[in-house]
């Protein structure tokens, strides 16, 4: 449902509205009542999602989602249709992930809890962020990082295997992104080439966490998940199997991928696949330095206890130099620091707080709306604005990928 947190009329005292149908009068910032005073733009923006003839026809349209402006289609799924947004204080570009609920089977709906549960869970500047999720009657949208260089898929099959560097450079920031993922006992479960997402100055993020679960200490898994040419053999031979090695496995894929400009095993048929990847020959071509073919060698080991670990990984010959082997990767905030005095802020944290003042929330607002996560607005427009402000700090000085037409978030 929509919910929103408006403070009336400046007076300190929040009114939360939380429904799919227009709040009562009451419940909405009294626009005029205060000569003194102007309305945000916040208080402007929730009031004209309920009461403006254009917002709510726009909303009838499929053209409007809350207080994001919905444009071009990006993607479209089974269940979903990925539609780019604007965010409507902010004017920050966003993915909007579309699902209708009557089309969800069990499964899916499982699949999609777990997706926003993983999402939320992790903080990498590496791994696609979740903003927001808006439920209506009818649909659920998924309001993500919009990231616009396409897939790492599309560059790799458009312009051939990358060069050793290059390739470093990539893979060290998906390491880090499944590192942070293993370190919070959630498995992936899908990676591959079509779920890296490319930014601009070489940065990639990990997306589509639908396949993804949560995992205790040493506890086993049974369902097949996944691209197949991705699969670890144990998925093939094994009731069960661990999560972690898994993922490790479709890395080595992914890296074999990246430096060659084509698959390790090979196949016209899932049976081929089968039987190439139980069979576990790997021919490395010649132009591969040393260190990366004992990489790749290390990590696609057909026992899961004999497979390189992240921290073996990381800890390489081919990766020295890297963010990963030194361990200087950042954290992203997805939470606001209320209660602290501005002077004790990080610089991102004090602009965010700055910005969100002049669109109308307040620290109290802020405050009060923390336990709803990305089902509030007003933690979405944290989330949006902390984003860009350190999507701009944190950027590393390398070259720009071409801008693509991309999926830019997962599709279910």
């Keep these: 449902c929509f919910t929103y947190l408006v403070d009336a009329g400046g007076s300190g005292e929040e009114t939360c509205w939380s429904g799919d149908e227009m709040p009562p009068d009451q419940a909405l910032p009294p626009l005029l009542n205060n000569n003194t005073q102007q309305p945000s733009l916040y208080d402007k923006s929730v009031h ?56 969800l089977t069990p499964k899916a709906r499982k699949m999609l809890v777990r997706e926003i549960s993983s999402m939320e869970a992790v903080h990498h500047k590496n791994i ?49 992104a499944v590192k942070h993922l293993h370190e919070r006992n959630i498995i992936h479960r899908d990676i591959k080439a079509e779920n890296v997402f490319c930014g601009t100055r070489g940065v990639v993020k990990l997306g589509d966490f639908g396949f993804s679960t949560r995992v205790a200490a040493n506890e086993d898994l049974r369902t097949f998940c996944g691209s197949p040419p991705y699969a670890a053999p144990e998925l093939f031979r094994d009731e069960s199997y661990s999560g972690r090695p898994v993922d490790i496995w479709a890395l080595g894929v992914l890296l074999f991928f990246m430096t060659t400009g084509h698959m390790p095993f090979p196949a016209d048929s899932i049976a081929g696949l089968k039987r190439s990847i139980l069979l576990g020959v790997i021919t490395a071509p010649a132009h591969l330095t040393l260190p990366c073919r004992t990489l790749i060698r290390g990590i696609l080991r057909q026992t899961p206890k004999d497979r390189f670990s992240v921290d073996q990984i990381a800890g390489s010959e081919w990766m020295q130099g890297t963010t990963v082997a030194e361990g200087t990767c950042e954290r992203w905030i997805t939470t606001p620091s209320v209660g602290t005095p501005t002077e004790k802020l990080s610089a991102e944290e004090k602009a965010a707080r700055e910005k969100l003042e002049s669109l109308g929330i307040t620290q109290n607002m802020l405050e009060n709306e923390m336990i709803q996560g990305a089902r509030s607005p007003v933690i979405a427009s944290y989330r949006i604005v902390i984003h860009r402000l350190q999507t701009v700090t944190q950027q590393p000085a390398v070259q720009p990928t071409k801008p693509q037409k991309s999926r830019a978030c997962c599709i279910l």
Excluded: C
């Design 48 to 103: 004209n999602l309920h009461h403006d003839q254009k917002w709510q026809q726009e909303a009838t349209l499929g053209k409007r989602v809350a207080l994001y402006k919905v444009q071009g289609e990006l993607g479209r799924g089974n269940f979903s249709t990925v539609k780019l947004g604007v965010h409507e204080l902010t004017k920050e570009r966003v993915a909007i992930k579309i699902l209708d609920k009557s089309k």
């Design 128 to 176: 696609i962020r979740l903003f927001e999720v808006v439920e209506t009657y009818s649909k659920l949208h998924l309001v993500m990082e919009y990231v616009s260089g396409g897939e790492l898929y599309q560059k790799l099959t458009s312009e051939g295997r990358m060069k050793e560097p290059d390739a470093k450079s990539t893979f060290a920031q998906i390491l880090s």
